[in-house]
C-alpha cells in the first residue's frame, strides 16, 4: 500500500540531484594547458652556466644564456628575444634580436620539445641543440 507523499517528493529529489551535478562543474577546477603553465620565467643551470628565459602570453619570449667554450671561442653571455609558438609539445622560437656576435642569430628559429611540464618544472629535448635534455625550474 502506497501513501501519496512519495510521489510528491520525487520532483524535489530529482530537482536536487540535477542541482548537485550542475554545481559540481562550477567549483570543478580545470587543469592548466600546457602553453598556461609554460608562461612565465624559467631557470636552467649546468656546469656553472646559468640559463634564464621568460615566456610572455604575448607570444613573446627573452632570455639570458650562457655559452660554453667551444674550441678556441671562450664562454659568453647571450641575451635573445623574439616570439615563441606551440604546437601540442613543440615550442618554436624565432629570434628577432640577439647580442651574440653582432646579433648572428636574429631571424634564426630553434625548437624544443616538452618532454614533461608542471608548475615547477619543465623537461625539454633541445631539439635544434642536437636532443640534449635539460630540466628547467620555475623562477619567482
Request: aromatic share 10%; net charge neutral; proline share 3%.
Amino acid at each position: 500500500m502506497s501513501n501519496g507523499n512519495t510521489t510528491a517528493h520525487l520532483p524535489w529529489s530529482i530537482a536536487f540531484v540535477i542541482l548537485a551535478l550542475s554545481m559540481h562543474g562550477c567549483f570543478s577546477k580545470a587543469e592548466p594547458s600546457t602553453r598556461e603553465l609554460l608562461i612565465g620565467t624559467w631557470k636552467h643551470s649546468v656546469d656553472g652556466k646559468k640559463n634564464v628565459i621568460t615566456y610572455q602570453s604575448d607570444g613573446t619570449f627573452g632570455g639570458k644564456l650562457e655559452t660554453g667554450s667551444w674550441g678556441i671561442l671562450t664562454p659568453t653571455v647571450m641575451i635573445v628575444s623574439g616570439n615563441w609558438t606551440l604546437d601540442r609539445k613543440t615550442v618554436k622560437y624565432t629570434v628577432t634580436k640577439s647580442s651574440y656576435l653582432n646579433e648572428e642569430l636574429s631571424g634564426q628559429i630553434m625548437t624544443d620539445t616538452i618532454i614533461w611540464i608542471n608548475e615547477t618544472t619543465v623537461v625539454f629535448r633541445e631539439e635544434t641543440a642536437g636532443g640534449e635534455i635539460s630540466t628547467w625550474i620555475r623562477q619567482p
